[in-house]
């Protein structure tokens, strides 16, 4: 199957869940349902706490029959936090593989050894690559402590890539592309890795269409000399000596973010790939532009550019790179060392490199730990998406009419407006309150429930 024709979903036409694939499709639509609740809350802000998706975390044994939610019953499940966070990888799959929640799932298996215990992450949405490196990651912590084997990791969601897009305006595929394509280029083989990502990319005839008409995404990772370093960016490099150091600077050269690897590995009971150094830093460069400079979007960097000493930059750091809108990582090659690579390990034990892989294939690959499940219909849309949609277009219409009426009121000619019974509304109100409308039950002769004002 290429990648340049095929969408990913397809390569999970193998899997099946690992119960009862009823019982799933009542999760995967019960998320999609929970979000499309989350997505429809009215708030002054138009778009509430985040995008329209929906996600939950089980434990589940074959032999028995028995399914866990890890939740409670007043917080079942998770939906995504994008804006109350202003983080753009606060995704409802992320949420749902929250440092708490993966805790609950490695005690339970611990408490319940050999019973053949397996994990399934339900989403209203096929995950991105972001969510996908979590999901990799916790699988690969859970296999080195024996208490899952490969494939015991399952991953069941609802619409595609391509529903996504087409029903929400939300388009994770030419992210997702660049990942499939340093696998199907091979990047990761290469001694230079993902050095060498961009002149593969645009050699590649398959790739370089694809990037020019938008259907791919990536960031350019270059190793550079000290010499076009910003000298407040060597000096962050030199106090970090041989730690894992991320920084980021606006075109305009400010510092907007910068950390250090923030685990300690020594003591965190559980690996937390987003205390690493460049994840850390764009979470710390958002939260700056959404605190001191009140920027809404704040998960978009501006084309900032990332400085690190981290040669083997792992999956987590690079899509949290292209999904800040950043335009480069320049690694300092004379702060690159062994040892910052072997610090620098998303899931510690294993190469950021072979990791990249695993979250890298397709669906169908055994080099994942991951078996993915595509149990939606690619006829029939997310109802969270939907709602999503007619917000936003909502939106539109209510801004449009606010400009309309100013043109109208500006005019001599403003049409003079009564109801029937002889009151008269102003104009602009019946436009404002067009919610009132929404009680009406039937045509009962009982008047306007509008206020009527005298023009
Ligand atoms: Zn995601």
């Known amino acids: 199957m290429s990648i340049f024709y095929e969408p990913r979903f397809k390569s999970a036409a193998g899997n099946l869940p690992p119960t009862n694939p009823l019982f799933w499709e009542i999760q995967t639509n019960q998320s999609d349902m929970a979000a499309f609740h989350a997505a429809n809350i009215t708030r002054e802000d138009p778009i509430g706490k985040g995008g329209p998706f929906g996600a939950q975390l089980w434990l589940v044994n074959r032999k028995t029959n028995e399914h866990v939610l890890i939740g409670t019953v007043q917080e079942p499940e998770d939906s995504n936090a994008v804006v109350s966070k202003g983080q753009a990888s606060a995704h409802a799959e992320a949420e749902s593989l929250s440092p708490e929640k993966r805790q609950q799932v490695k005690d339970f298996l611990k408490e319940n050894a050999e019973e053949g215990w397996e994990v399934v992450q339900v989403s209203s949405a096929e995950s991105c690559p972001s969510c996908r490196s979590k999901q990799v990651a916790f699988a690969n912590e859970l296999i080195v402590e024996d208490l899952i084997t490969s494939g015991q990791f399952h991953v069941v969601f609802k619409a595609t890539y391509d529903q996504t897009k087409e029903d929400a305006g939300f388009n ?221 277009q909502a939106e539109k219409v209510k801004n449009a009419q606010a400009v309309r009426m100013d043109e109208l009121v500006a005019r001599p000619d403003l049409p003079k407006v009564r109801m029937i019974d002889g009151t008269y509304i102003n104009l602009s109100r019946l436009v404002e309150t067009s919610e009132v409308s929404s009680d009406y039950d039937g045509a009962k002769g009982k008047g306007s429930k509008l206020e009527a004002k005298p023009l």
């Open 172 to 392: 994770d595929a030419p992210y997702d592309q660049t990942f499939r394509a340093i696998h199907e280029l091979g990047v990761l083989s290469r001694q230079e890795g993902l050095f060498d990502l961009e002149k593969a990319l645009l050699e590649n005839l398959g790739a370089s269409a694809q990037f020019h008409s938008g259907e791919l995404i990536y960031t350019p990772v270059n190793l550079v000399d000290d010499d076009i370093v910003p000298d407040n960016v060597l000096k962050i490099m030199r106090d970090a000596g041989e730690q894992p150091v991320a920084v980021i600077v606006h075109p305009d050269g400010r510092i907007l973010g910068q950390s250090l690897d923030e685990r300690d590995l020594g003591n965190d009971g559980i690996n937390l790939p987003e205390k690493t150094a460049i994840v850390r830093a764009i979470e710390k460069a958002s939260t700056y532009l959404r605190d001191k400079e009140s920027k809404f979007a704040s998960w978009e960097l501006e084309k900032a550019t990332v400085y690190t000493n981290i040669r083997d930059i792992g999956p987590m750091a690079y899509s949290g790179l292209l999904w800040s809108d950043l335009s480069e990582a320049k690694v300092v090659s004379s702060f690159a060392t062994d040892l910052v690579d072997e610090m620098a390990q998303e899931v510690p034990g294993i190469s950021n490199r072979n990791l990249f892989l695993q979250v890298a294939v397709d669906y169908d690959s055994r080099k994942s730990p991951l078996s993915v499940v595509f149990n939606g219909d690619p006829e029939d849309a997310s109802v969270a998406h939907l709602v999503w949609k007619a917000r936003m």
